[in-house]
């Protein structure tokens, strides 16, 4: 049986990894102490690998796929096949900005006010590629962690990733410009996706990713109505697409099946009963694949 390497994120990304990938029907079993995780379909074989390393893995062919951020691919300058995006990060559903930063009370204002300074970085290369397109001339040092604590006395400014900015202003430090916007995404090795089988299984596993996060935070609602009052459901109904109207027994009578915001939800069912809707179910969604 033909195997698929496959790279899971090790770190902060795993658990929602692992959460998404069993939203989408893969059963990912990560033992603490296990590099080597097990799943529940046969023909793929996890590793799980720093975001920080695994286009250096998929390039050399060591895994055939793996998921990743667009930062670390750009970081590491590494040549792999992008499969697709996946827009989904450790506390949300949105992207992650990595962002310059300074103390609230430093007087600088924007890059060119950092000339001679000293930045503090995990994203040392792409920071560096920014501050010389702006003919800047600073000292960009990695550094291990804990990045926000470093300014004032070990740097002047950081370039870090933020979700929500919380972290940097618990720190008191205020940011001053976006040097990349960053989410996860499905890279694989050139090769292992010029293989029809591979290049099959890879993309499938892609939509049915991208099929559980675009159910996120979305249900299902279906309901029946008197055709005359047909007009007045669609005006209520804001749709992914357009509503599904189907004819039923009753040659007056049609079901409506639709997908919307969950958080529509509440406003929108008594709309749809007052405009003459019955039999209204919400149910919840596990995939939409577009």
Request: one cysteine or more; a negative charge; charged letters at 25%.
């Amino acid at each position: 049986m033909p195997k698929l390497r496959l790279g899971i994120p090790k770190g902060s990304l795993q658990d929602a990894t692992i959460a998404l990938f069993a939203a989408a029907g893969f059963k990912i079993y990560a033992n603490g102490r296990s590099y080597f995780p097990s799943t529940d379909d046969p023909e793929l074989e996890c590793m799980l690998i720093r975001a920080q390393e695994m286009a250096r893995y998929v390039e050399q062919g060591v895994l055939d796929a793996g998921l990743t951020g667009y930062d670390w691919v750009v970081e590491s300058g590494r040549t792999v096949a992008t499969v697709c995006d996946l827009i989904y990060a450790k506390q949300s559903r949105g992207k992650v900005r990595w962002v310059l930063a300074v103390p609230e009370d430093a007087p600088f204002q924007r890059a060119e006010d950092l000339e001679g300074k000293t930045i503090a970085t995990e994203l040392v290369e792409v920071t560096k590629r920014y501050f010389a397109e702006r003919k800047v001339n600073v000292q960009v040092d990695f550094s291990w962690g804990a990045t926000e604590v470093k300014p004032p006395m070990l740097a002047d400014a950081i370039v870090e990733v933020t979700e929500t900015g919380s972290s940097l202003r618990a720190n008191r430090l205020r940011i001053m410009e976006t040097v990349l916007e960053s989410n996860t995404q499905v890279i694989a090795n050139t090769k292992a996706y010029a293989d029809d089988w591979k290049h099959r299984k890879i993309d499938n596993i892609a939509m049915m990713l991208q099929g559980a996060i675009a159910a996120q935070g979305r249900v299902g609602l279906m309901l029946n109505v008197e055709k005359k009052n047909l007009p007045a459901i669609l005006a209520v109904l804001p749709a992914l697409n357009s509503p599904t109207v189907s004819q039923l027994s009753d040659f007056e009578w049609v079901a409506v099946s639709t997908i919307l915001e969950e958080s529509v939800v509440r406003d929108v069912i008594p709309r749809l009963k007052e405009a003459g809707g019955t039999g209204i179910v919400e149910y919840p969604l596990n995939k939409v694949v577009m």
